[in-house]
């Protein structure tokens, strides 16, 4: 299964190299890193996904450049253990804790992304909601 966000960030034709990892059994959970190559990311955008990526990370104890990437690919496995309860922004930040939680095997794969859109809603909003989502109270709800 590929999850692709449909904001048009990411690049379609790079599903099958997301694939690639599940499809050799070398990871149940394939994240699409926008970390891993050169991309021009908006530095506001660089400043909270930083901030995301520490707390998800020592969260969920699974280290990944980028834990907020809308382009993932699960195994067989991943689907069948994983189920989630967020239903906003947070949900790949849950992806990560259930992952651990599952002892679910987690790869990056380097991904170009497409920053030409206008947002529809602001960054900075969305950014502070999944933070206080990991942080807050029901981050007994992530895991």
Same mark, same amino acid.
């Given at each position: 299964?590929?999850? /692709?966000?449909?904001d048009?960030?990411?690049?379609?034709?790079e599903?099958?190299?997301?694939?690639?990892?599940?499809?050799n059994?070398?990871?149940d959970? $394939?994240?699409?890193?926008? *970390? /891993?190559?050169?991309n021009?990311i908006?530095?506001?955008r660089?400043?909270?996904q930083?901030?995301l990526?520490?707390? #998800?990370? /020592?969260?969920? =104890? +699974?280290? /990944?450049?980028? #834990?907020?990437?809308?382009?993932?690919?699960?195994?067989?496995?991943?689907?069948?253990?994983?189920?989630?309860?967020? #239903? =906003?922004?947070?949900?790949?930040?849950?992806?990560?804790?259930?992952?651990?939680?599952?002892?679910l095997?987690?790869?990056?794969?380097?991904i170009?992304?497409?920053y030409?859109?206008?947002?529809?809603?602001?960054? $900075?909003?969305? =950014? *502070? =909601? $999944?933070?206080?989502?990991?942080?807050?109270d029901? +981050?007994? #709800?992530?895991l």
């Open positions: 299964m590929v999850l /692709l966000d449909a048009g960030q990411h690049r379609p034709e599903i099958p190299q997301l694939l690639n990892p599940v499809l059994n070398q990871a959970m $394939v994240v699409g890193s926008r *970390f /891993l190559v050169k021009d908006p530095k506001y660089m400043l909270g930083t901030v990526n520490i707390t #998800t990370n /020592l969260g969920s =104890g +699974i280290k /990944l450049t980028d #834990t907020q990437s809308g382009f993932r690919a699960f195994s067989r496995k991943a689907i069948e253990r994983m189920s989630f309860k967020e #239903t =906003g922004f947070a949900v790949e930040s849950e992806m990560q804790f259930r992952a651990n939680r599952y002892g095997k987690v790869t990056e794969v380097p170009n992304t497409n030409d859109e206008k947002v529809k809603r602001s960054p $900075v909003v969305h =950014g *502070f =909601g $999944v933070l206080f989502r990991v942080l807050g029901d +981050i007994t #709800t992530l």
